[in-house]
């Protein structure tokens, strides 16, 4: 193997330039946004969640599930989730009054800036 794409990919979370984390039980959302090698931003969702193993050596491991989503696709995306999450509010058995819509879908004021105004 290269010694450039060695490097690379053991450094792969190294382009991370912005991070949040969720944690929800055994679970934690982590809302990372990368930079591509060609400069371009784009965001990774990941869920990890805590997974017990019986009768093992190691008694747990973590599952990871990803979401890649590009620039590009931010505004439909926003949109699709904002039209989700009304329609759980509006249709839940249970009381989610403290689920606020997304205010504005998707902001940009230059190509190298990125803007969600979100309120939960």
Known sequence: ??????????????????????????????????RSGRGDLFMVITESKKVFIENSPQPFHFEKHKVFLYKEDFDKFITALNETLLYVKENSE?????????????????????????DF
């Open 1 to 34: 193997m290269e010694e450039g794409k060695y490097a690379k990919n053991e450094n792969k979370e190294s382009n991370i330039v912005f991070s949040k984390s969720v944690a929800a039980g055994k679970r934690v959302y982590y809302l990372d946004v990368k």
């Open 94 to 118: 249970t009381d989610l009054s403290h689920i606020k819509e997304i205010k504005d879908t998707f902001d940009t004021d230059s190509e190298d800036t990125i803007h969600f105004n979100l």
